[in-house]
């Protein structure tokens, strides 16, 4: 998976915001998109078009303004796509299977491979209706305050556009670097480091009189876990190395 991973999702993901009433709020998701990578507008039945209160809101986000899809309905606006799915203010209002916005962004991420998907948000004073609702594979709820749980439709278009986002750079990470890694430190390298280090603490008296087993012990503990390579210990030689030399500097005085 490469960068262009990044380019076919925000080609693959539609937000659809359905009968919208403030154009401001028009504005301001786009501006929530942009800033997540994400330009695929789509405005179901607006109850007003997008208009200069909206362009001031989009701030830099213009573009993805301007090249809004406009729809009259809900089922249009879905058309091709593989996983819809509708964001609601109040939990458990349909019998769909509700999603956290994580987990949500988890499965758009696993689906844009395969194809189109669509998140959906509903109007201002009313949200989505059922029949809409109905239209949608499962529901995504933002586990707000439950004594005040609706988020200006901005607000919420840019809490699910973050977690898709976060899902999204999970997947890049998880298909590694592309450069190949450096082959791993063997054993008998780690030994190696491992009495160089021992060697070390003794010369900068970090035992102080103590046995050196303990420490000894739980520092290789740490350098075990990170699974070290073998550029990786060069380096980490290259410092006790020079600590070495400044503690044998320090014993003939010359460290004065
Ligand atoms: N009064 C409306 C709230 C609409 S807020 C209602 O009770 O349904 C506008 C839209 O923002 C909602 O339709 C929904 O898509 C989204 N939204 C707001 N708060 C949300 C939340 N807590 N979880 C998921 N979506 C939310």
Request: net charge neutral; glycine share 8%.
């Amino acid at each position: 998976m490469t960068p262009d991973f990044m380019t076919l999702a925000a080609d693959r993901i539609r937000i659809v915001l359905v009968g919208t009433q403030h154009p401001g709020n028009i504005g301001s998701a786009a501006r929530a998109m942009k800033t997540m990578g994400l330009h695929r507008l789509v405005l179901v039945a607006p109850e007003k078009r997008p208009n200069a209160e909206s362009e001031a809101l989009a701030a830099g986000a213009d573009d993805v303004l301007a090249s809004a899809a406009f729809h009259d309905d809900l089922a249009s606006a879905l058309a091709g796509c593989q996983r819809v799915l509708g964001c609601t203010a109040r939990s458990r209002r349909v019998a769909l299977p509700e999603l956290t916005p994580r987990e949500a962004a988890a499965s758009m991420a696993g689906t844009v491979p395969q194809g189109d998907v669509a998140l959906v948000f509903g109007r201002e004073r009313t949200g989505l209706t059922n029949e809409e609702l109905h239209l949608c594979h499962q529901a995504v709820h933002i586990p707000a305050n439950p004594g005040y749980s609706s988020l200006n439709l901005a607000a919420a278009v840019q809490v699910l556009a973050y977690e898709v986002r976060m899902a999204l750079l999970d997947r890049l990470d998880a298909a590694g670097p592309t450069e190949p890694r450096d082959p791993p430190a063997s054993h008998e390298q780690l030994e190696g480091f491992y009495a160089q280090l021992g060697e070390t603490l003794d010369a900068i008296d970090f035992h102080k009189g103590r046995s050196p087993d303990s420490a000894m012990r739980k520092l290789r503990r740490i350098f075990n876990r990170t699974g070290l390579d073998e550029r990786e210990l060069r380096l980490l030689r290259g410092v006790l190395a020079d600590a070495q030399r400044m503690a044998r500097l320090a014993g003939t005085g010359g460290g004065k």
